[in-house]
T-cell receptor, first 111, second 112 residues
Framework: DAGITQSPRHKVTETGTPVTLRCHQTENHRYMYWYRQDPGHGLRLIHYSYGVKDTDKGEVSDGYSVSRSKTEDFLLTLESATSSQTSVYFC??????????FGPGTRLTVT | GNSVTQMEGPVTLSEEAFLTINCTYTATGYPSLFWYVQYPGEGLQLLLKATKADDKGSNKGFEATYRKETTSFHLEKGSVQVSDSAVYFCAPPDTGRRALTFGSGTRLQVQP
């Protein structure tokens, strides 16, 4: 299995609070991705990174920001959590964009 | 960017039945195409790929042929098992971003 971990694995937070999810890899892959998965919507791209300090928006980036200060870590921040951001969040890594390796996911509940 | 259309699920089959999950896509040029699978409680994992038109990808008894004439990449398996129960995603590249486009996925339920 690719060395990719996500933390925390589960989190419950209140509306309006900031939340940061962490993705950590030990594979030295160039690309890192954050997705959210919701019933009926499949997997949607939030943000991705193509190198240290190089990031770009995905299709559902509003309300989220990311940072990548080291190759191995990609942080996703919900600046002010809302109930619509209750979801399962997946991180993925890739060396070539196409073959992506996914983490175990983080289940976030915003009350 | 590219887009993908998958058949609605869930697909419910008996063990040893034949499986087809349809996937059609719109794309610029002839990109590589991918099927990913998500088992319950896990992240997605690559199932198979095809890198050019008329290419056939295969893995674990699953096959998919890249048909440029019909812009399709249907997933097939001759005899499904209970352990194949999962959600299957067809994923062409998103040429607007350095990413893949995942559809809504098709849930497969195989009954003993």
């Amino acid at each position: 299995d690719a060395g990719i971990t996500q933390s925390p694995r589960h989190k419950v937070t209140e509306t309006g609070t900031p939340v940061t999810l962490r993705c950590h890899q030990t594979e030295n892959h160039r690309y890192m991705y954050w997705y959210r998965q919701d019933p009926g919507h499949g997997l949607r791209l939030i943000h991705y990174s193509y190198g240290v300090k190089d990031t770009d928006k995905g299709e559902v980036s509003d309300g989220y920001s990311v940072s990548r200060s080291k190759t191995e870590d990609f942080l996703l921040t919900l600046e002010s959590a809302t109930s619509s951001q209750t979801s399962v969040y997946f991180c993925a890594i890739s060396e070539d964009v196409y073959e992506q390796y996914f983490g175990p996911g983080t289940r976030l509940t915003v009350t | 960017g590219n887009s993908v259309t998958q058949m609605e699920g869930p697909v419910t089959l008996s063990e040893e039945a034949f499986l087809t999950i349809n996937c059609t896509y719109t794309a610029t040029g002839y990109p590589s195409l991918f099927w990913y699978v998500q088992y319950p409680g896990e992240g997605l994992q690559l199932l198979l790929k095809a890198t050019k038109a008329d290419d056939k990808g295969s893995n674990k008894g699953f096959e998919a042929t890249y048909r440029k004439e019909t812009t399709s990449f249907h997933l097939e398996k001759g005899s499904v098992q209970v352990s194949d129960s999962a959600v299957y995603f067809c994923a062409p590249p998103d040429t607007g971003r350095r990413a893949l486009t995942f559809g809504s996925g098709t849930r497969l339920q195989v009954q003993p």
